[in-house]
C-alpha cells in the first residue's frame, strides 16, 4: 500500500486505519493521542497490566503496536499517560478505542460500570443498500426508538420492524441513535463512542442483520447522527481523551449548556476526518441508507444553548471572504432586533464549513448516502441544496419550526383561522426538498403529548396525514402515531401492540387503514414521489368557508400543457377545514376537461366510521364542467382527484 493510499484511508475511511484489525496471525491497533506522554495496550492476554505491552508512537502522534495473535472478538482497552507539565497533575487512564465497532459493558453492584472495547470482525456481511433515486422515487419515514419499540435483541426487532412497518407500507424506518451511549434516559443522543452500536441490543452484527432484513423487504434504513455533540464522561466517551480536549472545544465554547454535553471542534482536521468517516462507516461497513443530522442549529450557531451572551461573538470586520461567500450562499446576513446582534455575529463558520465539506467528500465516498438536515430555527433557506450551488449539501431539510406551526394553527378555535396562514406554510417555493414531519419523538416527550391527544380525537388526525402526504417531501411520523398511541412519549414504557391488530379500538384500526392507504397511493402515484416545492401549485381557497386546494403536478410538463396525456398523473388536492355540517359548494380548477375521479377521501367510513355523509360511493367521478369541478365538501374533508 503506497503512502498515498494511506492518507486517503485515514481522511476519508479513517476506520480502516485507526482501530484494531485482526487478521489471520496477527491484530494490529492504532490509536491517535499525540499529546500522550506513554499509551500502553490493556487487555485479557496480558493480564489487564499496563506496563506490559507499551504502544509505539509515530510522528504524527499515533500509537500502535502489532499483537501475534487474532484476537477478533477480545476485549481490550488503552492505558493512556500524559505527564506534561502543562496539566498540573499526571493524567492516567484508561480509555476505549474511538474506532470500537461495539463494546462490552459490565455493572458493579454498587452501580459502576466499566466499558472495554471489542475487536470486531469487519468482514461478516455484503450488502444491498436500498437507494433514492431523488427526486423520482417515493419515501415516507417511520421515526423509532429501538427499545420502546421492541426491546429485545436487534434480530428480534428487524422481524418486529419489517412485520409492522411492511403492511402499513413505510419506505424508511429512521432509528433514534443507536450508538453506543452511558445515558439511555438520553433517548441514545447522548453518545459516547459513535462508531460503537448499543450494546443493550446486541452485537454490531446483529444490527447488521437488522440492516439487510429491512432492505430484503424493502425498507430502508435512516440513523439518527449527533455530529455535533458527545457526553463528557470518560470511562465509555472521548473527554480529555490523551489528557487535553483533543476531540472537543476547549473552555465554555466546549459544553452545551442545555444537555451538558461536548462539543466536537471540527475545525480540527482529525476530528472532521473522524466524524466524516463515521457516515461512510454507517454507509460501507452497516449499510445503513442515509443519517438524519441531529440539531444542524447547535453546530452552526455559537449562540444555540449556550445561554443569551454566553459564547464567543464573531467580529464582523474579520470574516474573510472565503467564510462571507459561504454564508451569503445560504441567505447572508441579517440583524436580529429582539436579540441585538447581527446573525453574522453568532455563527460558527468552522461548524458551516465542516457541513459543507462532509457533503462535499460524501459525493465521492458515499454518493447514495442520505442525509437529512434538523434544523429548527430555519434562518438558512439553503441548507439541503446541492455545495455546487451554494448549499450545504443536504438531500432533504427537516422543517421543525414548520411542524410547530401547522400544531399551533390547529389549535386556532375554527372560525378565528386564517387559511392564508396554513397555505403561506405549505407554499414555501423553497429550493430545498423537505421531510414533511407530522410528529417527531421531541414533540411528545418533556411534557408535550402526542397527538390525538393534542388534537382531541382521530378525525383531524386523519386530515393532518392527508394534508402531510399530498404536499412536495416526505412524509414522516413518530411510533405509535399510526394507531393513535396516546398521553406522551417516555424512554421507559414501550409502544402498546395491544392497540394493534384484531384487538385494537376501532378508532385505532381507522387510523392505520389511512396511514396504511396513504403509503399504498405513495407508492403508486407518480405526483407523490415528485418531492420538488416546484412540483404543486396553489390552486385556490376560501376562508370564509374553509377550505383550500392545491394541484401536484405527474409531470414535468405541468402547467405548460393543455395535452390530457401530460396531465394524466396530476392529482388535485382540497382540504375542508370545518368541523360543522354547513352546505359548502366549491370550485375547484382543473388543468385539463375530463372525467376525474376520487382516489382519496378522508371521510371515508375505513377511516372515520359511519356517518350519515359519507353514506354513499367514496370513490365517484366527476366530469369537468369547462376546467372547474363543482361539487360539495363535508367535515373534515380532505379529497384528492385524478382523471379517469
Known amino acids: 500500500m503506497t503512502q498515498q493510499s494511506i492518507e486517503t484511508?485515514?481522511?476519508?475511511?479513517?476506520?480502516?486505519?485507526?482501530?484494531?484489525?485482526?487478521?489471520?496471525?496477527?491484530?494490529?491497533?492504532?490509536?491517535?493521542?499525540?499529546?500522550?506522554?506513554?499509551?500502553?495496550?490493556?487487555?485479557?492476554?496480558?493480564?489487564?497490566?499496563?506496563?506490559?505491552?507499551?504502544?509505539?508512537k509515530n510522528d504524527e502522534g499515533v500509537w500502535e503496536i502489532t499483537i501475534p495473535e487474532n484476537l477478533t472478538w477480545k476485549e481490550y482497552k488503552y492505558y493512556i499517560e500524559n505527564h506534561s507539565d502543562y496539566l498540573g497533575q499526571p493524567y492516567e487512564m484508561s480509555r476505549i478505542d474511538p474506532f470500537s465497532p461495539q463494546l462490552a459493558v459490565t455493572w458493579g453492584n454498587d452501580d459502576t460500570r466499566n466499558f472495554n472495547s471489542i475487536v470486531g470482525d469487519r468482514n461478516y456481511f455484503n450488502w444491498s443498500h436500498k437507494h433514492i433515486d431523488l427526486p423520482h422515487e417515493p419515501m415516507s419515514i417511520y421515526e423509532m426508538h429501538l427499545s420502546t419499540f421492541h426491546d429485545g435483541n436487534y434480530r428480534d426487532i428487524a422481524h418486529k420492524i419489517v412485520g409492522h412497518l411492511g403492511y402499513m407500507g413505510f419506505t424508511h424506518v429512521q432509528i433514534m441513535p443507536p450508538f453506543q451511549t452511558p445515558i439511555h434516559q438520553s433517548w441514545g443522543y447522548l453518545v459516547g463512542c459513535p462508531y460503537a452500536i448499543y450494546e443493550r441490543h446486541g452485537t454490531v452484527d446483529d444490527f447488521k442483520y437488522l440492516v439487510n432484513h429491512c432492505h430484503a423487504h424493502g425498507i430502508g434504513v435512516i440513523v439518527d447522527v449527533p455530529l455535533g455533540f458527545g457526553v463528557q464522561d470518560w470511562d465509555c466517551g472521548l473527554a480529555n481523551y490523551d489528557g487535553t480536549d483533543l476531540y472537543h472545544h476547549s473552555g465554555s465554547k466546549g459544553w452545551n449548556n442545555q444537555w451538558n454535553s461536548r462539543i466536537y471542534n471540527v475545525g480540527d482536521v482529525y476530528v472532521q476526518n473522524y466524524l466524516i468517516g463515521l457516515c461512510t462507516y454507517l454507509y460501507h461497513e452497516l449499510?445503513?441508507?442515509?443519517?438524519?443530522?441531529?440539531?444542524?442549529?447547535?453546530?452552526?450557531?455559537?449562540?444555540?444553548?449556550?445561554?443569551?451572551?454566553?459564547?464567543?461573538?464573531?467580529?464582523?470586520?474579520?470574516?474573510?471572504?472565503?467564510?462571507?461567500?459561504?454564508?451569503?450562499?445560504?441567505?447572508?446576513?441579517?440583524?436580529?432586533?429582539?436579540?441585538?446582534?447581527?446573525?453574522?455575529?453568532?455563527?460558527?463558520?468552522?461548524?458551516?464549513?465542516?457541513?459543507?465539506?462532509?457533503?462535499?467528500?460524501?459525493?465521492?465516498?458515499?454518493?447514495?448516502?442520505?442525509?437529512?438536515?434538523?434544523?429548527?430555527?430555519?434562518v438558512f433557506p439553503r441548507l439541503a441544496c446541492p455545495v455546487?450551488?451554494?448549499?450545504?449539501?443536504?438531500?432533504?431539510?427537516?422543517?421543525?419550526?414548520?411542524?410547530?406551526?401547522?400544531?399551533s394553527y390547529l389549535q386556532i378555535p375554527i372560525e378565528q383561522r386564517l387559511i392564508e396562514h396554513i397555505e403561506i406554510l405549505i407554499h414555501n417555493n423553497s429550493a430545498e426538498t423537505m421531510v414533511n414531519a407530522m410528529n417527531t419523538h421531541d414533540e411528545c416527550a418533556n411534557g408535550k403529548v402526542r397527538l390525538i391527544t393534542e388534537l382531541g380525537n382521530h378525525v383531524p388526525l386523519i386530515g393532518l396525514a392527508a394534508l402531510c402526504w399530498f404536499r412536495p417531501?416526505?412524509?414522516?411520523?413518530?411510533?405509535?402515531?399510526?394507531?393513535?398511541?396516546?398521553?406522551?412519549?417516555?424512554?421507559?414504557?414501550?409502544?402498546?401492540?395491544?392497540?394493534?391488530?384484531?384487538?385494537?379500538?376501532?378508532?385505532?384500526?381507522?387510523?392505520?387503514?389511512?396511514?396504511?392507504?396513504?403509503?399504498?397511493?405513495?407508492?403508486?402515484?407518480?405526483?407523490?414521489?415528485?418531492?420538488?416545492?416546484?412540483?404543486?401549485?396553489?390552486n385556490g381557497s376560501n376562508n370564509e368557508r374553509k377550505w383550500f386546494s392545491f394541484i401536484r403536478w405527474g409531470s414535468d410538463v405541468g402547467f405548460d400543457s393543455d395535452k390530457w396525456e401530460d396531465h394524466k398523473d396530476d392529482i388535485i388536492f382540497v382540504r375542508n377545514e370545518t368541523p360543522y355540517q354547513v352546505e359548502c359548494n366549491v370550485e375547484i380548477y382543473v388543468p385539463v376537461v375530463g372525467e376525474y375521479k376520487v382516489i382519496y377521501n378522508s371521510i371515508d367510513q375505513r377511516y372515520i366510521g359511519s356517518q350519515h355523509y359519507n353514506q354513499h360511493d367514496p370513490y365517484w367521478t366527476i366530469h369537468s364542467s369547462g376546467q372547474f369541478l363543482y361539487f360539495d365538501v363535508h367535515p373534515f374533508q380532505n379529497i384528492a382527484f385524478k382523471l379517469k
Open 473 to 538: 417531501g416526505a412524509p414522516m411520523i413518530f411510533q405509535g402515531d399510526e394507531f393513535g398511541e396516546e398521553g406522551y412519549f417516555d424512554v421507559f414504557q414501550g409502544v402498546d401492540w395491544s392497540k394493534t391488530g384484531d384487538y385494537a379500538a376501532i378508532h385505532q384500526q381507522q387510523i392505520s387503514n389511512n396511514f396504511h392507504d396513504l403509503n399504498q397511493l405513495l407508492r403508486n402515484e407518480p405526483a407523490l414521489a415528485r418531492h420538488n416545492i416546484h412540483s404543486m401549485i396553489r
Open 9 to 56: 484511508i485515514k481522511r476519508d475511511y479513517p476506520y480502516q486505519y485507526f482501530g484494531a484489525h485482526p487478521s489471520q496471525n496477527e491484530t494490529i491497533f492504532r490509536v491517535y493521542a499525540p499529546r500522550a506522554t506513554r499509551v500502553s495496550l490493556l487487555r485479557e492476554g496480558n493480564g489487564w497490566d499496563c506496563f506490559a505491552e507499551t504502544m509505539t
Open 287 to 378: 449499510g445503513v441508507d442515509g443519517a438524519r443530522i441531529d440539531a444542524v442549529a447547535a453546530q452552526i450557531f455559537f449562540d444555540y444553548d449556550r445561554g443569551f451572551w454566553d459564547w464567543p461573538k464573531n467580529d464582523r470586520e474579520q470574516v474573510d471572504s472565503e467564510n462571507w461567500d459561504l454564508f451569503n450562499g445560504l441567505g447572508g446576513d441579517r440583524y436580529f432586533e429582539e436579540r441585538g446582534y447581527w446573525l453574522s455575529e453568532a455563527v460558527d463558520f468552522a461548524g458551516m464549513r465542516f457541513l459543507k465539506d462532509l457533503h462535499a467528500r460524501l459525493q465521492h465516498t458515499a454518493p447514495k448516502f442520505i442525509t437529512i438536515a434538523e434544523e429548527s430555527r430555519r
Open 388 to 407: 455546487h450551488e451554494g448549499g450545504l449539501g443536504f438531500t432533504y431539510a427537516q422543517n421543525m419550526g414548520e411542524m410547530h406551526r401547522v400544531r
